[in-house]
């Protein structure tokens, strides 16, 4: 089954690890995954600084060589935005992935500015399902744990999401 490639945010990085879903999140991609040097640094070095657990856990995947960190050659500035996920599109404008793995409504629109798929972690899960990695009461229990640890998402756009997978709809990353 053909896998496609993904440079990883922060945000999506640190939910499926903090929810105990890391795994699920390297099935959905080729590995490796790839995160810039700027996620790196807010992900690991100040996450193990704080004792975050899930900086641990990310770190344990690039020591397997899951993960793989790259450094972008230029970083574009975006409006709204952070370092990350500036640093995460500079690096897809330059390696073009399939998909550019980001939760920020700002930093997905500049995306597409650049002919770059976004996908948020929902689009993960959709993408999971679509691949049969997971299923439908899998999806559902992963979308609670999400929102257990402060994911972010509109009721209308998680409302959808519900609908769909209990109808079995056809799901498109």
Known sequence: MYKPSAICDSSVLIIFAKTGHLTLLLQAFQKPLLIEETVYQEVIE????????DAEIIQQR?????????????????????????ATISL?????????????HQ????????????????GILKLLLKNKIIGRKQALEILSDLLKVDYRISSKLLEEFKQAVEKNSDFLP
Do not use: C, M, Y
């Open 46 to 53: 100040k996450g193990i600084a704080r004792k975050a657990r």
């Open 62 to 86: 690039i020591n397997s060589l899951e993960i793989n960190v790259k450094r972008a050659s230029r970083i574009f500035e975006i409006p709204s935005s952070d370092a990350g996920e500036e």
């Open 92 to 104: 897809s404008i330059e390696e073009k992935p399939d998909f550019v793995a980001i939760d920020d």
């Open 107 to 122: 930093g997905r629109v500049f995306a597409k500015r650049f002919n770059l798929v976004p996908i948020g972690s929902l």
